[in-house]
């Protein structure tokens, strides 16, 4: 993969808008002392995501802003863009050609654009991991880094040794799944908790549904007693009244033989 053109808009010293090309082989950047030589590595860690502005010789993010000189007015942002060539597709993505854009306001709010297309600084941190290119990589090697490669602490030699074997995308994998681990086993506590008081609650709860259910089951029972009941009377009543009417046809018949009997003896 090979780095082809740096470009700098009002980083640090590069007031005007600056375009360093790369070509094959080793290019050096020579210069006096304070002519902006460390501003150049400074401006690509710092495109690759850098956060911290001490690192980068300074107290505050837009301290790396064009803050002015006699000649010039400060600038109201800095953008830098990297550009490196993916022909040899080491990056995971289709294109020959990634230019890394940010840019940063007075604000101190950053922006993050892959191939002009606005992104997030976790999608450039992810492009680059395990490259060795990311602003922890060991392709950039800022004034003070050679001391942790030659560093007798075991802990600074192995990041840099970590990112060249290509394993720091599966420990920040292996430390995001860690942390959701936690953030389950705490959710998990949670529920218990809420499990706990649940069951406290159940016990009378299961009281109040049996006594709700044998309600229920009475009320059936007195329906049912109340119909039986009903369709006794209606059977005695309709009884009564049949009584009642043949009662009724014998005592007419018996008036009508009567009234016959009595009209015979009226005319003999
Ligand atoms: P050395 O070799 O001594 O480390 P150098 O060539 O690497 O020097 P740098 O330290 O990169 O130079 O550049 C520092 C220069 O950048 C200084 O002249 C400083 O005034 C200028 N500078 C830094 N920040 C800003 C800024 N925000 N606005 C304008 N100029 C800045």
């Known amino acids: 993969m090979l780095l082809t053109k740096l470009e700098l808009a009002g980083f640090k010293s590069f007031a005007n808008r600056t375009e360093i090309c790369f070509d094959r082989g080793v290019t050096g950047i020579i210069g006096p002392n304070g002519s902006g030589k460390s501003n150049i590595s400074e401006a690509i860690r710092w495109v690759l995501g850098e956060q911290s502005a001490r690192s980068l010789r300074g107290t505050r993010m837009e301290d790396i802003i064009f803050s002015g000189t006699q000649a010039k007015k400060p600038l109201a942002y800095a953008e830098v863009t990297l550009t490196l060539s993916n022909e040899d597709r080491l990056l995971d993505v289709a294109y020959n050609e990634i230019a890394i854009t ?27 991991r395990d490259t060795g290119i990311g602003k922890e990589g060991y392709s950039v090697i800022g004034q003070g880094r050679i001391d942790e490669i030659l560093s007798n602490r075991s802990e600074d030699r192995r990041a840099v040794f970590e990112e060249a074997a290509g394993i720091s995308k599966y420990r920040a994998r292996k430390e995001e799944a860690e942390r959701k681990l936690a953030a389950t086993r705490d959710n998990l506590v949670r529920i218990g908790d809420i499990v706990g008081e649940l069951q406290d609650r159940l016990g009378p709860l299961e009281e109040q549904a049996e006594v709700a259910r044998q309600y229920l089951k009475l009320k059936e029972e007195l329906k049912a007693i109340e119909l039986t009941a009903f369709l006794h009377q209606y059977d005695r009543a309709h009884s009564k009244i049949a009584a009642q009417a043949e009662l009724i046809a014998s005592l007419s018949a018996r008036s009508a033989e009567r009234d016959l009997r009595a009209g015979v003896l009226r005319r003999q």
Request: net charge positive.
């Open 102 to 128: 940010r840019r940063v306001y007075r604000s101190g709010e950053s922006e993050y654009f892959i191939n002009r297309t606005p992104c997030r600084l976790k999608d450039i941190v992810e492009l680059f």
